[in-house]
């Protein structure tokens, strides 16, 4: 008996009995639906982490200098030639001096803001798009200049339309604007548009210090991470003979071990979504095993019609493998129906744009496993089929 | 080779064992068919004539003895080699039919070839031969559910013939039908007999059996009357010694 003709019996004995077919796919279609979920749940939040990531900037290495035990000073001269030197690793560098202390806009304190000492790369190097004004220049730099650059929160609940000109006081210290940045995040009040960036030289002035501690250095490409970071470190070792007196952190660390967390999330999950695909196993089994009893005669009838036990064999674990298979795109179907509600309900719910993506392996996965199971548990049934003796089957009623 | 028997039977022992107890249900068996006989095998139940009928329709094997089936010794083969040796040689009509109900009629007499690997076009062909034969064209679609029992029993004629055996066994093919079909199969039978083939009928019934050419009557697992229908022991269960005076 062909392949194909056996595949094409063992759809008509499904459709036979068609609501016992389909519950005994329920267990798959649910398991293998669930696993769909799950993984593009997992592939949604993951891309939602990597776009959110590379906002800020994934191919930014933050240094910090902490010149602990060592005598040895780093300066910014030193380091901006090197990455001067270097730029098939780096792109831009700018000192990043955080000021404490507090800022005000006439008499209204502003309590949430951050100030950051930068140089005239930094807008640059975290791709900041002015919405008025200019940034901060080497010139400001150089003439310790008392000129800020604020972002939109600020601008857009404290000043009018013409805020070029207008003045804000930090630490008692009167500094001009001269320029706006556009949003980039909600412009609520502590998040990345309630920022200030002055001259880093005006900024080391403000906050009593002479050193730098921290720097923004953007490598050449995300590519280049690993690289840049190595050279970077190499060089302040140099230095400071100490690997102790530096810090070099980058984002895409951090998103490589969020990203790991949300897979290990996700392989727990859907191991524990697998468990129904095993249990709907089961109940193919269970199924196979009933309908090899009902079927009895059918097989004695086959047998003695010339049957070999493989053909009966075959005929039982095509049908249980069938079963599961059809069980399986149903649970595909189902999987990407749950998915793309999953994707609406989540952007009403949070007014965040994770989009929940079933990924090709995983359905491809999905499939192959109902397939598998329908066989591995089709297997044990079918054996018994055709191992009866055809005289018994033909006598059973 | 013509004088060469389609069927040996030598020295056919069949015992079961229950516990300590032994049931011999064919004890010693011997005989030759040749091909076109028309034999019909005759005795009443515990006879060992559906043991008889199952060793030569190789569903089963002999305790011990020897079978030839168209010159192959079939006595100890295994299941698989059976079951082509079923499907080349044997067309089985059984009591109760042994329709699929599932399958409509044509699907049912294609079931010997999709085992046998018959082209497609072969299969349309001896499907449509045979159901003609029979006098079932027009319900080539139905399900055997939709027949009466005398068609049913002529599809399960048709599916015997469809894969061209060398044996066509019988048994009990008017058991199930009222005396009228029952005449009806038989000579339908008669005239598949007629057109050469080899037709092996089981029956406990005389006047079934007393259509056949030659008579074989069983009795406790032994032959005890083997010859043409019309000699006086024939067709009646007489006292042993007697037949054994016959013989």
């Known amino acids: 008996m062909r392949f194909f003709e056996t595949i094409e019996l063992a759809i008509k004995n499904l459709l036979g009995s068609k609501v016992r077919s389909l519950l005994t796919m329920l267990g798959i279609i649910i398991g293998v639906g669930a696993v769909i ?3 593009s749940l997992g592939n949604g939040m993951e891309n939602f982490m990597v ?15 902490m010149g602990k035990g060592s005598t040895r000073t780093l300066d910014f001269d030193e380091l901006y030639e090197h990455i001067n030197e270097n730029q098939d690793l780096y792109n831009h560098i700018s000192p990043t001096v955080n000021v404490p202390g507090s800022v005000k806009v006439g008499t209204e304190t502003l309590e949430q803001t951050s100030m950051t000492g930068v140089s005239e790369d930094y807008n640059e190097l975290k791709s900041l798009v002015l919405s008025q004004g200019r940034y901060v220049q080497y010139v400001d730099v150089t003439n310790y200049s008392k000129v800020i650059v604020i972002g939109s929160y600020i601008a857009d609940n404290f000043f009018d339309d013409d805020v070029i000109g207008q003045t804000m006081k930090i630490n008692g210290q009167v500094f001009t604007i001269v320029g706006v940045l556009d949003e980039v995040a909600d412009s609520e009040k502590g998040d990345s548009d309630d920022i200030i960036h002055l001259p880093y030289s005006s900024a080391l002035k403000l906050a009593g210090s002479s050193v730098i501690s921290s720097y923004a250095v953007e490598v050449r490409s995300e590519e280049t991470v690993d690289a840049s970071k190595e050279d970077l470190r190499y060089f302040l070792y140099d230095i400071f003979k100490d690997e102790d007196a530096y810090m070099i952190f980058s984002m895409s660390e951090l998103l490589d071990t969020m990203t ?26 269970n199924i196979t095993l009933v309908s090899v009893t009902e079927r009895t005669r059918e097989i004695g009838i086959r047998k003695s019609l010339g049957a070999k036990r493989h053909n009966i064999m075959q005929q039982f674990v095509i049908e249980a493998a069938t079963t599961s298979a059809i069980g399986g795109i149903i649970g595909i179907g189902f999987g990407y129906l749950m998915s793309s509600l999953g994707t609406l309900v989540i952007s009403q719910m949070l007014d965040e744009d994770i989009s929940l993506l079933p990924t090709l392996s995983s359905v491809m996965i999905a499939f192959g496993v109902s397939v598998t199971i329908g066989i591995v548990f089709g297997y044990l049934p079918a054996r018994n089929a055709a191992r009866l003796n055809p005289i018994d089957a033909l006598r059973y009623d | 080779m013509i004088d060469e028997p389609l069927i040996v039977f030598k020295d056919i022992y069949k015992i079961y064992k229950m516990g300590d107890f032994e049931v011999r249900a064919l004890d010693g068996v011997s005989f030759d068919i040749y091909k076109g006989e028309y034999v019909a095998i005759v005795g009443q139940s515990g006879s060992g004539k559906s043991t008889c009928m199952n060793i030569m329709g190789c569903l089963d094997s002999p305790t011990s003895g020897l079978y030839h089936l168209g010159g192959k010794d079939v006595s100890d083969m295994v299941d698989d080699r059976l079951a082509e040796i079923r499907n080349e040689m044997i067309g089985f009509i059984f009591q109760q039919y042994n329709l699929l109900s599932k399958l409509s009629v044509k699907e049912n007499v294609e079931v010997p070839m999709q085992y046998a690997g018959i082209d497609k076009n072969t299969r349309n062909e001896r499907i449509n031969k045979v159901l003609e034969r029979v006098g079932l064209s027009d319900k080539i679609k139905n399900r055997p559910t939709q027949l ?25 093919p008017t058991g199930a039908l009222d005396s009228k079909t029952g005449r009806n199969v038989m000579e339908l039978l008669r005239e598949i007999h007629e057109e050469g ?21 069983l009795e406790d697992g032994k032959i005890v009357y083997d010859g043409p229908p019309d000699h006086e022991h024939a067709l009646f269960a007489g006292l042993k010694e007697e037949v054994y005076e016959v013989l």
């Open chain 1, 37 to 39: 979920i799950i993984t």
């Open chain 1, 51 to 65: 776009d959110s990531f590379s906002s800020m900037g994934t191919n930014v290495l933050n240094v910090t200098v």
């Open chain 1, 260 to 285: 790991s967390m949300i897979n290990i999330m996700v392989v727990i999950l859907a191991a524990i979504a697998a468990i129904s695909l095993v249990v709907g196993g089961i109940g193919i089994m």
């Open chain 2, 148 to 172: 009466s029992g005398g068609q049913q029993q002529r599809v399960s004629i048709a599916r015997a013939l469809v894969g061209e055996p060398s044996v066509i066994l019988a048994d009990e």
């Open chain 2, 197 to 217: 083939n080899t037709v092996v009928l089981i029956t406990h019934d005389n006047e079934t059996a007393g259509e056949a050419n030659r008579i074989i009557r």
